[in-house]
């Protein structure tokens, strides 16, 4: 698609990120998430960690197999391929500066449901711009002292 115009939000969403939506990141983020912890992710931790129906989890993971995201065979755990590792890890590294700069502006310790909602509308152009103004900025600010 040729960005000569406007488009509507699934429209440059598409552009961006091919064709992975927000819902597959999502999935996608929680299981790289969750196998830092296991090698192999069940269909029922993933949907009690997303608070989703198994069958809907279970959906998920053929729609990020189609992808070549995830291993995910018939009645079988979900292993994280290569490229989904890859994805996976800038998911999650996206969302941390997301909370990061939310956490920031508004003087807060943790921006969970704010950050999880803005994560997916920013590029990778400004999320690498985001990182190094973040860490600019906490190499100039000197760190706080916490009182007894």
């Given at each position: 698609m040729e960005k000569d115009g406007f488009y509507t939000l699934k429209g440059y969403t598409l552009m961006e990120h091919g064709m992975i939506t927000s819902s597959m990141e999502d999935y996608l983020e929680m299981i790289c998430r969750?196998?830092?912890?296991?090698?192999?992710?069940?269909?029922?931790?993933?949907?009690?960690?997303?608070?989703?129906?198994?069958?809907?989890?279970?959906?998920?993971?053929?729609?990020?197999?189609?992808?070549?995201?995830?291993?995910?065979?018939?009645?079988?755990?979900?292993?994280?391929?290569?490229?989904?590792?890859?994805?996976?890890?800038?998911?999650?590294?996206?969302?941390e500066l997301v909370e990061r700069l939310l956490c920031l502006i508004n003087g807060t310790k943790g921006e969970l449901e704010e950050a999880e909602k803005l994560?997916?509308?920013?590029?990778?152009?400004?999320?690498?711009?985001?990182?190094?103004?973040?860490?600019?900025?906490?190499?100039?600010?000197p760190a706080q002292k916490e009182e007894p």
């Amino acid at each position: 698609m040729e960005k000569d115009g406007f488009y509507t939000l699934k429209g440059y969403t598409l552009m961006e990120h091919g064709m992975i939506t927000s819902s597959m990141e999502d999935y996608l983020e929680m299981i790289c998430r969750m196998s830092a912890q296991s090698p192999v992710v069940r269909i029922s931790a993933l949907s009690q960690a997303l608070h989703v129906k198994p069958p809907s989890a279970s959906k998920m993971a053929g729609n990020l197999r189609a992808q070549e995201l995830i291993e995910f065979p018939r009645y079988g755990c979900i292993t994280l391929t290569k490229m989904g590792k890859r994805l996976g890890d800038y998911l999650i590294r996206r969302h941390e500066l997301v909370e990061r700069l939310l956490c920031l502006i508004n003087g807060t310790k943790g921006e969970l449901e704010e950050a999880e909602k803005l994560e997916h509308f920013f590029s990778p152009r400004t999320i690498l711009n985001l990182e190094e103004f973040l860490n600019r900025r906490e190499e100039s600010v000197p760190a706080q002292k916490e009182e007894p």
